[in-house]
């Protein structure tokens, strides 16, 4: 299949053979994947996507593997939840929840990036997979090279949530904790992955791994039934997601699948790390690096390397950015949970905050089709809601001692 044409630069346009390369050696721009779309377009079909597996491979035609043997085949095709009580406590009408807290295997969007990367990394002959990670990537990739038999290195900051570095441990990969934040850890990493021949997924195999973020766009446009949604809103760390998501529409358009897109992308920061939604609001299209201080850590990159294309494609879209307090991260979290069964981690309330804000102040209307991309799972992020949401009523084992506390009477009716 020559799906594939090449890697191209974003800045000068130069192409590059489909290697695990990442820099432009003429500019230093980045690279990305370019598809030769006219032969995409004769073989992929909306039929041919619907009768294919119940995973998000069953959009690669237009991701970056030759093969088919994938690595995590069971990513991605994570339930659109109709967010009926959120929407009508927000006053819109139709609004959806992207529900990546149940992806497989490690519970974040991190499983559909990892499972392009990993694939393609094996493609190349590569034996040893690394990655610079501010949690749930270092998850990913330690459970994917477990099953896959590789070695591996995950690098993460020293100051992250118990459950993500158990999360890591268990798969027994080599965990290194490095003293400073994950920009500390990335400019090691990049060091690293110049003395060694390692496919580092966010580093030299970069341009590979953030193809897998489109495929959050191609789900949710088929199932709202092939309908582009208006308003998306969507966390922001590097920036990479939300960039490829506004990417992936407009392959989508490219190769037939739909016909128009029209929709506003919305990025959400925390407060305490938020350079892009910061830059945005100020009206300027490059943005100031800053030291992260927040809870949303899975979102605390400083110096985020698309925020430059984030901003672009924001602006692309006249949509907007927005960023939401460390209280309202948590308000956010218990709103989402207790509206629609969904416990999120800290960047779904991210998310949610900002949707919320987006929705008081006027960006989002209440006849707009609004999808949330909700990105993580909240078991993973115990430590920023556990003094939040109080504690269990505590009864000695007897009918009376219940009786006492729930004052329910005989035909049930009444709360405690
Ligand atoms: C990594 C991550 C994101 C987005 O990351 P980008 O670097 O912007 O692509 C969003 N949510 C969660 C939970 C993440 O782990």
């Not at 943005?287 to 924001?314: C, E, H, Q, R």
């Not at 929705?359 to 992020?381: F, M, P, Q």
């Not at 269990?392 to 049930?412: C, D, H, M, W, Y």
């Amino acid at each position: 299949m020559a799906k594939m044409k090449a890697l191209v630069c974003r800045e000068c346009g130069k192409e590059y053979p489909t290697k695990a390369i990442h820099v432009c050696e003429m500019c230093f721009g980045p690279l990305e994947v370019k598809y030769n779309y006219a032969e995409v377009k004769q073989i992929i079909s909306r039929k041919k996507i619907e009768e294919g597996p119940r995973s998000m491979w069953r959009y690669a035609d237009l991701l970056p593997v030759e093969g088919t043997n994938y690595l995590g085949p069971h990513a991605g095709m994570t339930p659109l939840v109709r967010a009926k009580n959120l929407g009508a406590y927000l006053g819109i009408d139709e609004l959806y929840i992207k529900n990546d807290t149940v992806n497989h295997p490690t519970l974040s969007f991190k499983d559909r990036v990892v499972a392009v990367a990993l694939t393609r990394a094996r493609e190349l002959g590569f034996e040893t997979v690394a990655c610079a990670s501010t949690g749930n990537l270092a998850n990913s990739v330690a459970a994917h090279a477990a099953a896959a038999g590789m070695r591996c290195y995950v690098f993460i900051p020293g100051d992250l949530e118990a459950a993500k570095v158990l999360g890591n441990l268990i798969y027994k990969p080599n965990v290194v904790e490095v003293e400073g934040n994950y920009d500390d850890v990335n400019r090691l990493c990049s060091e690293i992955a110049a003395e060694h021949g390692w496919a580092f997924v966010n580093i030299n195999v970069r341009p590979y791994y953030a193809e897998g973020s489109k495929t959050l766009a191609f789900e949710t446009v088929e199932q709202l039934g092939w309908r582009t949604p208006d308003q998306v809103v969507i966390p922001m760390a590097s920036g990479s997601l939300l960039t490829k998501i506004w990417k992936g529409l407009h392959e989508m358009k490219a190769v037939g699948l739909i016909n128009d897109v029209r929709t506003k992308i919305n990025g959400a920061q925390a407060e305490g790390c938020s350079p892009i939604s910061t830059a945005f609001k100020a009206g300027r299209d490059f943005f100031k690096p800053v030291k992260p201080k927040t809870i949303a850590k899975s979102l605390a990159i400083g110096n985020p390397a698309d925020g430059y294309y984030a901003l672009k494609a924001t602006a692309e879209s006249q949509g907007s950015m927005d960023m939401v307090t460390d209280d309202e991260v948590v308000e956010s979290i218990k709103l989402l949970a207790q509206t629609e069964g969904i416990f999120a981690e800290t960047a779904g309330g991210v998310t949610v905050g900002v949707l919320q804000k987006l929705v008081k102040n006027g960006t989002i209307k209440k006849g707009d089709v609004t999808v949330a991309y909700v990105t993580g799972n909240g078991l993973k992020t115990q430590e920023a809601v556990v003094d939040a949401v109080g504690r269990p009523f505590r009864i000695q084992p007897s009918l009376v001692a219940f009786e006492k506390t729930f004052k329910v009477g005989k035909n049930g009716g009444g709360d405690a």
